[in-house]
């Protein structure tokens, strides 16, 4: 092999690693620009539980269709972070995929100790697909129930339990179900009614809560 054949080889592959290094920095700069938004979002989602928690105690003239709302604009509030998650998990294993493939095997072939390793620093032909195709690794069910068992359960059971408090701060000696059916009406819809759709909708998110939408030990970490 020529001395010119080496120098070209040698340039190609300088150019090949400059432009994996701009692409790793490209793709974690996303992936940091992502994990804010979904923080965003949560916080958004707090500050609203609280002020209209607080809203609903301030009198006691302010309904409890305040904190019904409250459960409305969490599911909101969920059904968009999802989508996030879902493009946020997608860049995720895609920076997680360079580092394992490329640039873990590329430094440890200048490590003083290298490990052992398998094989050489390769470009994923999962990533090939992950940059073509820009496809999520997960459905937007699943990262529904991933943002759902991280956060938005608990934000349901604070609202959930306000509610009910809400509903009974006023009960004395009446019996209970005909306090509920009066306290939790909601117009003409009587408060068992209104108390059993909105209890089995918890429940529903506790039982969605607890469902395994993914097995893969790096999703979910967030």
């Known amino acids: 092999m020529d001395e010119k054949t080496i120098k070209e080889q040698m340039e ?5 690693q ?3 290094i701009h692409l790793y920095r490209s793709e974690t700069g996303r992936e940091m620009a992502l994990r804010s938004r979904l923080d965003v979002t949560i916080s958004g989602a ?5 002020g209209l928690v607080s809203f609903a105690f301030s009198s006691p003239d302010a309904s409890h269709i305040i904190l019904l709302g409250n459960g409305l604009l969490l599911t909101v509030f969920l059904l968009i972070e999802a989508r996030r998650f879902q493009i946020y998990e997608m860049i995720k294993q895609r920076v997680r ?6 640039i873990a095997p590329l430094i440890n072939q200048i490590a003083l100790e290298p490990q052992e390793m ?3 620093p390769y470009v994923d032909s999962a990533l090939v697909d992950n940059l073509l195709y820009s496809k999520a690794p997960i459905t937007h069910f699943q990262a529904i129930v991933w943002r759902l068992r991280s956060i938005y359960i608990f934000l349901f059971g604070v609202v959930y339990f306000v509610w009910i408090q809400k509903v009974l701060i006023d009960r004395i000696d009446q019996p209970i179900l005909e306090y509920i059916n009066q306290g939790a009406a909601v117009g003409t819809v009587s408060g068992i ?6 209890t089995a909708l918890m429940l529903f998110a506790v039982v969605l809560s607890l469902y395994v ?3 893969d030990h790096d999703f979910g970490s967030i």
């Not at 707090?46 to 609280?50: E, L, M, N």
């Not at 009614?193 to 909105?198: A, D, I, R, T, W």
């Open 12 to 16: 190609s592959m300088g150019n090949i």
């Open 18 to 20: 400059t432009f994996m």
């Open 46 to 50: 707090v500050v609203v539980t609280s």
């Open 97 to 102: 995929k360079m580092e394992q493939h490329y």
């Open 118 to 120: 398998q094989y050489r």
């Open 193 to 198: 009614v209104v108390f059993l759709v909105v």
């Open 213 to 215: 939408a993914h097995h």
